[in-house]
């Protein structure tokens, strides 16, 4: 009985209430994520679609990277002030080497000094909420990579953001 209340109240929430206007065309700021810290700049080219470009740091600020993510917006908790979103996209970096790291399974540290290229895809699944009255909004958002270029780096990071919207 619980799952099917907890089934309904997310339907509802998330497809029924789905509210075609955000608060919004256009947000410039910051995300500050565990992996990437970047520039975040997102524009919605549709009442419900935006793209989201990044350009940061990652791989602990050894590179940049260039993010590009295809979002769909929901209205969360019946307030349009509250978005879900999810997506997905790709990105492209360059790293450099030249660090010493813990390898835990031979209990030693070692060099690695190679850079490398970066190429993968990425999906996105976050709540934002733009502050009634004050061009901010705020986000939260998990974003998995999947590693194409460098078997073995995908990650799942999690961030927040804060953008300037108009």
């Known amino acids: 009985m619980k799952t099917k209340i907890i089934l309904i109240l997310l339907f509802s929430t998330f497809?029924?209430?789905?509210?075609?206007?955000?608060?919004?065309?256009?947000?410039?700021?910051?995300?500050a994520g565990g992996y990437q810290n970047a520039i975040s700049v997102k524009?919605?080219?549709?009442?419900?679609?935006?793209?989201e470009g990044l350009i940061g740091t990652g791989y602990f600020n050894r590179g940049i990277n260039l993010t590009i993510l295809l979002e769909k917006?929901?209205?969360?908790?019946?307030?349009?002030?509250f978005q879900l979103y999810y997506g997905g996209g790709a990105h492209i970096g360059s790293y450099r080497g030249d660090y010493f790291?813990?390898?835990y399974y031979r209990k030693k540290y070692r060099y690695y000094e190679d850079g490398f290229i970066s190429l993968g895809?990425?999906?996105?699944?976050g709540l934002e909420w733009t502050i009634p009255g004050i061009p901010i909004s705020l986000g939260v958002d998990i974003k998995p990579t999947i590693e194409l270029a460098q078997p073995?780096?995908?990650?799942?990071?999690?961030g927040l953001s804060i953008r300037y919207v108009f």
């Open 121 to 125: 895809i990425d999906g996105i699944l």
């Open 152 to 158: 073995g780096l995908s990650v799942i990071d999690g």
């Open 73 to 81: 917006h929901v209205s969360a908790f019946g307030k349009k002030e």
């Open 15 to 31: 497809f029924l209430n789905n509210v075609f206007s955000q608060n919004y065309k256009t947000g410039l700021g910051i995300r």
């Open 101 to 103: 790291y813990r390898d």
């Open 43 to 51: 524009h919605f080219y549709k009442p419900t679609v935006a793209v």
